[in-house]
């Protein structure tokens, strides 16, 4: 598979699995509108860090810059970091912080796991260094970005439910 092929069928499920996110957790439009903020503006913050670990050695590109992926990456990683936030947003309301805690930390981890079968097993857009330092970091990346997904989330749409159903 190529890069343009991958990016392509990114752009195309990134964004059905947001909307697919938007509707199964009954989101308001508020909260599904700064879930997409939320998860655009982490993605582009994310590209800033990953220009960090290739500055410190853990990871390099070898598309577009050395310094990032290509950029379209990021924008199918915004899609679906908001439809995270809007699974996440649920379960805090369901189980509370632990249970917002639990999942974000899942969400970091899946991510970190998916960097590095892309890496493996995709075309090659990305190089990680072997050790558990590039592990960490990645995990660290991914901890930030959706953190700041959820948050800008919760500052513009709201943390609690709308309705007795939202509860």
């Known amino acids: 598979m190529s890069v343009g092929l991958l990016i392509t069928i990114l752009l195309v499920v990134m964004p059905v699995v947001f909307i697919l996110a938007g509707i199964f957790t009954h989101a308001p439009a508020k909260r599904v509108g700064a ?4 998860g655009l503006i982490a993605a582009f913050i994310g590209a800033w860090l990953d220009a960090i670990g290739t500055r410190i050695g853990l990871w390099h590109y070898v598309t577009a810059s050395p310094d990032h992926a290509p950029w379209p990456i990021y ?15 649920r379960i805090r309301l369901r189980f509370g912080v632990f249970g917002l805690l639990l999942w974000l930390g899942f969400v970091a981890a899946a991510a970190t796991v998916q960097d590095y079968l892309a890496a493996a097993l995709g075309p090659k857009i990305q190089s990680i260094e072997p050790g558990i330092a ?19 989330t919760c500052a513009f749409g709201g943390v609690r439910g709308t309705s007795a159903s939202a509860r």
């Open 35 to 38: 879930a997409l903020a939320g």
């Open 75 to 89: 924008v199918a990683a915004g899609f679906l970091q908001g439809a995270a936030a809007l699974v996440g947003w």
């Open 134 to 152: 590039p592990a960490i970091g990645d995990f660290i990346v991914w901890s930030i970005v959706t953190s700041i997904t959820f948050s800008v």
